[in-house]
């Protein structure tokens, strides 16, 4: 489960970086692609990001996370690169 929740965390920041291009680049240079890509990136970070939380908090017994990781790995999927930050510091040499 934990390789599960390495792949999650990855597309969830990949997919909320997306979005984030999205809004910002696409959203003034052509609105009507815009709006037509908006809903589909918007369900797919959705679950991902649900996925996300879910997977943590199965997780969290057995990977014996104390309550600062484990905050730390929650707010990390509100943060852009959060995600990979804990993919790389917490998820990187436990998933095999």
């Known amino acids: 489960m934990l ?3 390495k792949v999650t965390a990855i597309l969830e920041g990949i997919s909320y970086l997306v979005l984030f291009a999205n809004m910002l680049v696409i959203k ?11 809903r589909p990136l918007g369900m797919t970070h959705g679950v991902l990001f ?5 997977l943590a908090v199965l ?14 790995i929650l707010i990390a ?3 852009p690169f959060g995600t990979f930050y804990v993919e790389k510091k917490y998820l990187e040499n436990n998933a095999k």
Not at 50 to 54: A, E, M, R
Not at 59 to 72: A, E, H, M, V
Request: proline letters at 3%; aromatic letters at 14%; hydrophobic letters at 40%.
């Open 3 to 5: 390789k599960i929740f």
């Open 28 to 38: 003034n240079n052509n609105p009507e692609l815009y709006h037509t890509i908006l």
């Open 50 to 54: 649900i996925g996300y939380i879910i």
């Open 59 to 72: 997780l969290r017994k057995s990977q014996n996370w104390d309550l600062k990781t484990f905050g730390i």
């Open 77 to 79: 999927s509100l943060i």
